[in-house]
């Protein structure tokens, strides 16, 4: 289990570095985006630890998603929000709070598959 921990905050954190180089580029990368590439991981984690939810193979759909989910919606907010809305800031929150909720509805929504 830890060492899907670490795969996924790696990958992630390669995946989101297209969007780190543009966002820097214009001053747009706050620092709780970088907190993104660890925070969601983490509170997936410690729910699996404690036992909330179902507990069976769909765990690696979850961690997939998670991993996937958050350079998607880092990306997204680097080359679409930021242009359609002048406050990157307000955009910047409004995906952190999606990509902080994100794996506790996994935790619940998925079903587990072959319990």
Do not use: H
């Amino acid at each position: 289990m830890a060492i899907l921990y670490l795969y996924s905050v790696i990958l992630i954190m390669l995946l989101s570095s297209v969007a780190w180089v543009f966002a820097r580029k214009y001053d747009t990368w706050f620092d709780w985006d970088w907190l993104l590439c660890v925070l969601p991981t983490s509170i997936w984690f410690i729910l699996v630890s404690k036992g909330v939810g179902p507990y069976s193979e769909s765990l690696v759909i979850e961690a997939a998603a998670i991993t996937g989910l958050i350079p998607l919606l880092l990306t997204f907010r680097v080359f679409i929000l930021d242009k359609l809305f002048s406050n990157a800031k307000n955009s910047s929150l409004f995906i952190f709070a999606i990509c902080t909720i994100s794996p506790v509805v996994f935790r619940f929504a998925i079903p587990p598959f072959l319990a």
